[in-house]
């Protein structure tokens, strides 16, 4: 069973729009979520992170917003940059676990 | 600052052969990863260590076994390599491990490995 899924496999999003990625989860021990950036032949790369006490982060042009009540986080990134085209990751801590969602693949259309 | 890093980079094995992976930090970090990444199927973990002297199996760990030379060491082994081990393999770190993980872990460029 999956407990963090991440169901759009890929997004295209025009530069200088705002591209929002979204990440459902099932476990209700998660208690902080973390969102990657993953670059071709690269290692994932930490971006963001959220606390199940809160319910909205900001760093710069990033912002994750959860919903504890629908189990659901949200990638905000705006403007979109051609450096964001990546693959991005959403992953579950708690329970003593980390979980990694499947990815989606983010494309910036100039 | 090397972070965390694998080696090596790219492997081509023969069904059967064996290989080990390494996987060095120097971040201090207690706890030490194992994920491999398939296509379609986000990362999935093989194993991992809390600790030094510590190993503990994950999602994905038949074919694999592990060991934690010491606190900057993790190497993972495939004894006799098989076509659907073929994957991209990349170890991670973390500070602590515990029920409150909110520091992020961190990842090596990943060893490109291919079982024929």
């Known amino acids: 069973d999956q407990q963090v899924k991440q169901n759009s496999p890929s997004l295209s999003v025009q530069e200088g729009r705002i591209s929002i990625l979204n990440c459902d989860y099932t476990?209700?021990?998660?208690?902080?979520f973390l969102w990657y950036k993953k670059y071709p032949a690269e290692g994932p790369t930490f971006l963001i992170s959220?606390?199940?006490?809160?319910d909205k982060n900001e760093d710069g042009r990033f912002t994750v917003f959860l919903n504890k009540s629908a189990k659901h986080l949200s990638l905000h990134i705006v403007p979109s940059q051609p450096g964001d085209s990546a693959v991005y990751f959403c992953?579950?801590?708690?329970?003593?676990?980390?979980?990694f969602g499947k990815g989606t693949r983010l494309h910036i259309l100039p | 600052n090397a972070g965390v890093t694998q080696t090596p980079k790219f492997q081509v094995l023969k069904t059967g052969q064996s290989m080990t992976l390494q996987c060095a930090q120097d971040?201090?970090?207690?706890?030490m990863y194992w994920y491999r990444q398939d296509p379609g199927m986000g990362l999935r973990l093989i194993y991992y260590?809390?600790?030094?002297?510590?190993?503990d199996k994950g999602e994905v760990p038949n074919g694999y076994n592990v060991s934690r030379l010491n606190k900057r060491e993790f190497s993972l082994r495939l004894e006799s390599a098989a076509p659907s081990q073929t994957s991209v393999y990349f170890c991670?770190?973390?500070?602590?491990?515990?029920?409150?993980?909110?520091?992020?872990?961190?990842f090596g460029d990943g060893t490109r490995l291919s079982i024929l």
């Open positions: 992953a579950a801590s708690g329970d003593d676990k980390i979980i």
């Open positions: 476990n209700s021990m998660f208690d902080y």
């Open positions: 959220i606390s199940s006490i809160k």
């Open positions: 971040m201090n970090h207690n706890s």
């Open positions: 260590s809390a600790s030094e002297g510590t190993t």
């Open positions: 991670a770190t973390l500070l602590i491990r515990g029920s409150y993980s909110n520091q992020p872990q961190h």
